[in-house]
C-alpha cells in the first residue's frame, strides 16, 4: 500500500499543503451590540525605510481589511450581553457574523448577505465601569473572510 504523504509529496519530495478551508461563522450577534460598532479600514502594507530616507512600501493585499471598534459606552445590559457572546465565541477563537447596519439589515437568521460579515473578535476582555456606562476598550471585530 503506497505511503500517503509520498503520494502528496512535491518534485523534491516536500509536502504539498492542502487548500486552506474559509472561516466557517458559528452564530450571528445581536442586533442591540451590532449597533454598537463602527467601521473602519486598514491596508496592511510592508514598509522599509533607507539611511537616505527613502521609504519602500508594498501593499500585502489588494483590499483593505475592515475592523469595526466599539463607539459607544455600553448600559449595563449590553456590557453582560457582550461579555456572554464574547464568551461563547471563546475569545476570538470561533468566527461569526456581524451585520453592519450602515450598509444593510440585520438578520438574525445569517442569511442576508448584504452588510455581512464574518468576523473574529480581537484584544482581550477589559472593562471600565463609570457612572451608568460601561467602557470596553480593547476589544475590537476583524473581518477574516
Known sequence: MPDVL??????????MPGSIQNAAPSGVMPYSLCISFSESREYVQLQAQYHDGATERSQLAQTSRRTFKLAQRLTAARAIALKAFWDGQQ???VPFLFYDLAEGAYDATGNSTVGRYT?????????????L???VPQIELVEVA
Open 119 to 131: 468576523v473574529v473578535f480581537r484584544g482581550n476582555w477589559s472593562q471600565a465601569t463609570g457612572m
Open 133 to 135: 456606562r460601561t467602557d
Open 6 to 15: 509520498s503520494a502528496r509529496a512535491g518534485p523534491l519530495g516536500s509536502v
Open 91 to 93: 475569545g476570538g477563537v
